[in-house]
């Protein structure tokens, strides 16, 4: 069930919240919106009809007004400062010896949640490690069998530089795989979701920025991502991602070590135009 309800004493007949149903579910043919119970089914729970509401009068899935935050009047980011972080991040690879806040954690995760997602399925599982601990014992488990796979001759073609970064770690101690961060998200989805693998990478992108406006570094991890979805199965296992989820990416982050200046200038973009069909 919906719980689809409407406050007829401040419901205004606008038809906002019918016009903006990806649905079209809503009909306002008694001049209040209602759903009629076999259209049920198609709703896809992105309750944009609460959102869209002036007057606060929807309510559906047991989520009203009270439940959000007042848009009209709150200072949003101006485009310079939006731009000043989207060109400012940057991939860190140094960090800080010591974990983030785990409050701040929860609230960065809770943020990143909103992100959008293909037919708004909600599917997705953030695998967090948020001890530093974890994440070094991840790292050990990890190392050891991707030595077992060079030893045994094993490792995939295409994949040698994973005897550097097994070289690095013994003879330097230096982390090539989780490059030192305290922290490891990964991001899974069902295979059969609309699209799991782009909303997963939609989800950390949202994910990092809004730990760029907190001060955190965060590092996209194709190499710790291809060792748990690929070379070393088993970790997934360990790290209790469902079997019938398709990883999308794993970030690390945390406190950086080091912090940039300035941004820089890559160019303009190459811009295929359209300007006739």
């Known amino acids: 069930m919906l719980s689809f309800t409407i406050d007829i004493e401040t419901c205004i007949g606008c038809g906002q919240c019918a016009s903006d149903c990806p649905a079209m579910i809503i009909s306002m043919e008694t001049n209040l919106p209602t759903i009629s119970s076999d259209l049920e089914q198609f709703c896809i729970r992105c309750m944009h009809c609460v959102a869209i509401c002036s007057e606060g ?8 007004p009270d439940q959000g935050e007042e848009l009209k009047g709150k200072s949003l980011p101006k485009p310079e400062q939006m731009e000043l972080m989207i060109k400012g991040r940057r991939a860190t690879r140094n960090y800080q010896d010591r974990n983030v806040d785990p409050v701040r954690i929860e609230k960065l995760l809770e943020v990143a949640s909103h992100a959008p997602s293909g037919h708004n399925d909600r599917g997705l599982i953030y695998t967090l490690l948020d001890d530093k601990g974890l994440v070094y014992d991840l790292r050990e488990k990890a190392f050891d069998e991707l030595e077992k796979l060079i030893d045994a001759g094993n490792l995939p073609e295409g994949m040698e530089m994973f005897i550097d970064i097994i070289a690095a770690w013994k003879q330097f101690n230096k982390d090539i795989l989780f490059r030192g961060a305290p922290h490891l998200l990964i991001v899974s989805a069902p295979a059969e979701n609309a699209s799991p693998l782009h909303d997963s990478i939609i989800a950390l992108t949202t994910f990092e920025l809004y730990c760029a406006s907190w001060g955190l570094g965060t590092i996209w991890n194709g190499l710790a991502t291809l060792t748990i979805s690929e070379l070393v199965p088993s970790l997934k296992t360990m790290l209790a991602i469902p079997e019938d989820h398709e990883i999308g990416y794993a970030m690390g982050f945390g406190r950086p070590a080091i912090n940039y200046k300035r941004t ?14």
Do not use: E, H, M, Q
């Open 57 to 64: 009068s929807v309510s559906i899935l047991g989520y009203g």
């Open 264 to 277: 820089i200038n890559r160019g303009l973009p190459r811009i295929n135009r359209v300007t006739a069909l």
